[in-house]
């Protein structure tokens, strides 16, 4: 009896460590959905808080960075750009949701809201770094902005924006970014970018984002 009961003990004993080393309720990971693909777009349009305001009305686009382009110096700082001396443009990076927003759409929008007729300047905002500027990221884009601007010629008869390869992009101090959110009472927010996001809703109420 004894080896009887000595046998069932080891049993009992090496199924509590099977069980232990068991899990209860093992599981299969679920499957991880892979993230929307998204394109950037650069644009030039005078003052990036205005830019930025505009674009961030719109469904698709899913983030606006505030920063400097198509210059020489790297990492200028608003000081250095706000001299002339930099070449940089002001300018805005548009990420976007192809599938919701397309890159005609953005150009588009581009010509909508700003005036591509004045050279180096936008309103009372006047030197290079206000200048009408499309920068592509690759051959598509280059072709979409070129033919976009033959498209805009007949209505606006002379158009001098720019249309270069990008080939870095600064983000701009922080205090830049998301401006109008930030201070929608300050009198340029008031009388300059509001206007122009009532003139862009009405045209494209399709594109309007929730």
Request: with cysteine.
């Amino acid at each position: 009896m004894q080896s009887i009961r000595r046998s069932g003990v080891a049993i009992l004993a090496a199924l509590t460590v099977l069980l232990a080393m068991t899990p209860l309720h093992a599981q299969t990971p679920a499957p991880v959905s892979p993230a929307a693909p998204t394109e950037t777009a650069v644009f030039g349009m005078g003052c990036f808080w205005c830019s930025q305001a505009l674009f961030e009305k719109f469904k698709g686009v899913t983030h606006i960075v505030c920063g400097y382009a198509g210059g020489t110096v790297p990492n200028p700082t608003y000081e250095q750009v706000s001299s002339g001396e930099t070449g940089h443009a002001e300018v805005v990076q548009i990420t976007f949701d192809p599938a919701q927003i397309t890159y005609q759409q953005l150009l588009d929008i581009f010509w909508d809201v700003h005036d591509p007729t004045t050279l180096n300047r936008q309103g009372a905002d006047e030197g290079t770094q206000y200048r009408s500027l499309i920068l592509y990221a690759n051959d598509e884009q280059r072709r979409l902005a070129e033919a976009s601007k033959q498209a805009e010629l007949p209505k606006f008869k002379v158009i001098t924006t720019e249309i270069s390869p990008l080939k870095a992009f600064y983000p701009a101090e922080d205090y830049h970014q998301e401006y109008f959110k930030k201070h929608p009472n300050v009198p340029y927010c008031i009388f300059v970018i509001s206007p122009k996001i009532e003139k862009l809703e009405a045209h494209h109420p399709e594109l309007k984002g929730a």
